[in-house]
């Protein structure tokens, strides 16, 4: 038995019916010119013939002493047709029944007596194109492998005949002996020892970086409409921006395109709120995921990320004083992270990701002030087109967790020329969600004309 690493049993330990802890995308694409008008039924059929599976992709928990989070086992007669599945649209088949019926995935569980993923063929689009629809939970993979691991599936060669499926994708590196199987209870006591041993040096570092560069600290953030208990049911919005726009504003203003999507969000929240008359006098406080991940991991499996806070000057008017401040907050966040180890970097994060651990006592929710309000993760993505099958990627939505106390979360990704924002929130604590979509216009609208 393959024994669960600390923080993928935590997304394990605070799931419920409330809160669904698997990670998920919404891929559309166009079929080739000269595609029959079967071409997704048939590409359904290809891949059910796809039956060799990594890995990670027969992990279900495991029960050990009781307990079902702490181990995984493998899973070796899987049922394909169970995990890969066909729907289609109701007519007309437009944008919003296809959100409807992501929304709709995207709130229910993944049954834990199967391993811990699904795929939906979704035909019926009035424009032609079809869709697929991914979840897996969040315990096997993180935002930057699930992105690779898409990458690898796809080829830049629209002619390319190839194909091939997450599934079932050969291995790019060869395994240690210290992540072979036999030695994975050795490999997890390790790492716990270290990260146990670093602890006290761990907290001077933090403590003195802390107070040194006056960074924000969890549980300092204002109480907001996101900040409040959530229910089972989904509810997600999403739109494409061309990446010049940001790309421009970042060269203008000496920053990051991280950071201006983060002032583009805060411009977005911040309108957002004061539409509703609920914008706090505090600035609203972002976490912000950050990959630990090597160039060439390309395998999944597990979570490699640290998290840092992120002041989003929601309390300031002006669009590039607000960028400013974003600027120089995630400057002073990554210092501190500078000459951390991995196992070390994770330990603080631990940290900022109280909320997920918070989840499991709901009740504390409503009592204490949110660590921070709401999750904003960019994942890198391909900055080519991408096809499939022959099947251009026109987009592909990123899809996440919003918490309990953090009722919408933002997560976008880069799709060839274009940046694809997934926004998923609560369906009952945040109405109106695909609101926010046209605040994020009007927000890099009044940063361009800013310059």
């Known amino acids: 038995m393959e024994f669960v690493s600390p923080i993928d049993a935590l997304f394990l330990l605070a799931e419920s019916r ?18 029959a008008p079967d071409f997704a039924r048939r590409t359904y059929e290809k891949m059910l013939r796809e039956n060799s599976l990594h890995p990670t992709f027969r992990k279900r928990p495991a029960t050990w002493l009781g307990a079902p989070q702490f181990g995984w086992a493998q899973d070796a007669d899987i049922e394909l047709a169970y995990h890969v599945r066909r729907a289609a649209l109701p007519a007309p088949g437009g944008q919003q029944q296809l959100l409807d019926l992501a929304s709709r995935l995207h709130s229910s569980l993944l049954d834990r007596h199967r391993p811990l993923w699904e795929m939906h063929m979704i035909e019926g689009s009035g424009d032609g194109r079809f869709a697929l629809y991914t979840k897996m939970h969040h315990a096997l993979i993180d935002g930057v492998a699930g992105q690779r691991l898409i990458r690898r599936t796809m080829t830049e060669d629209a002619t390319s005949d ?16 210290s992540e072979t199987s036999g030695s994975a209870f050795g490999s997890t006591a390790r790492q716990l020892l270290a990260a146990a041993t670093s602890v006290p040096g761990l907290a001077r570092t933090a403590r003195d970086a802390l107070l040194r560069q006056q960074l924000t600290m969890p549980f300092s953030a204002p109480r907001t409409l996101f900040n409040v208990p959530i229910g089972g049911a989904r509810r997600v919005a999403v739109r494409s921006w061309p990446l010049e726009r940001v790309k421009q504003v970042a060269k203008s203003t000496g920053s990051t395109i991280n950071d201006v999507v983060l002032a583009m969000s805060a411009g977005a929240l911040r309108g957002f ?22 160039e060439d991991d390309n395998e999944p499996g597990g979570n490699k990320i640290c998290a840092i806070l992120c002041n989003l000057a929601t309390d300031l008017p002006d669009p590039l004083a607000r960028l400013e401040v974003i600027k120089g907050s995630m400057n002073r966040n990554k210092d501190v992270y500078r000459g951390l180890s991995n196992t070390q970097a994770m330990a603080l994060s631990a940290l900022t990701l109280s909320p997920i651990a918070m989840s499991l006592l709901p009740a504390l929710t409503s009592v204490t002030n949110p660590p921070f309000n709401i999750v904003i993760s960019n994942v890198p993505g391909a900055r080519e087109p991408l096809y499939w099958n022959g099947a251009r990627l026109d987009a592909g939505y990123p899809m996440s967790i919003p918490l309990d106390g953090q009722a919408a979360n933002i997560t976008l990704t880069t799709n060839g020329a274009n940046l694809d924002f997934g926004i998923v929130g609560c ?9 926010i979509l046209g605040h994020l216009e009007n927000s890099l609208t009044a940063l361009e004309d800013s310059l």
């Open 427 to 435: 369906r009952r604590s945040v109405p109106h969600l695909d609101r």
């Open 18 to 35: 409330e809160h669904p802890m698997h990670v998920g995308g919404l891929m559309l694409f166009e079929p080739p010119e000269d595609a």
């Open 162 to 177: 190839e194909f091939r499926v997450p599934w079932n994708l050969p291995s790019t590196r060869t395994s240690r002996p």
């Open 273 to 294: 709120l004061m539409e509703r008359e609920a914008l706090p006098d505090k600035p609203m406080i972002a976490m912000v995921p950050l990959s630990l991940r090597d």
